[in-house]
């Protein structure tokens, strides 16, 4: 048995959803997610034929979306700043 973070599941089912077109919950996509690069069984199955069983599609929109925005964050493709910019003109 090993443990993924909700970090590298959100990566999964990003991946999943941008590769394969597929909507999976988080625990259907724990088992990707130990495979994948950063995973606890990445190094043990590099270059094996591998079977990863994907299930359940019960996921909330609202969810999906948190989640999308996690997978992103993970993988560094979303960023967030602040900026602080003067109420005056020419304050841009």
Known sequence: IEQVGEHEIALAMLRL???????VE?????????ILP???????????????????????????GRVIDR??????RLVRFVAQVSDQPGGI
């Open 17 to 23: 959803i941008e590769s394969e077109k597929l909507v």
């Open 26 to 34: 988080g625990g259907g996509a724990a088992g990707l997610a130990a």
């Open 38 to 64: 950063g995973g606890p069984l990445h190094r043990k199955v590099q270059g094996k034929r591998v079977v990863v069983p994907l299930c359940g599609g019960n996921i909330d929109t609202t969810t999906l």
């Open 71 to 76: 997978g992103l964050a993970a993988d560094e």
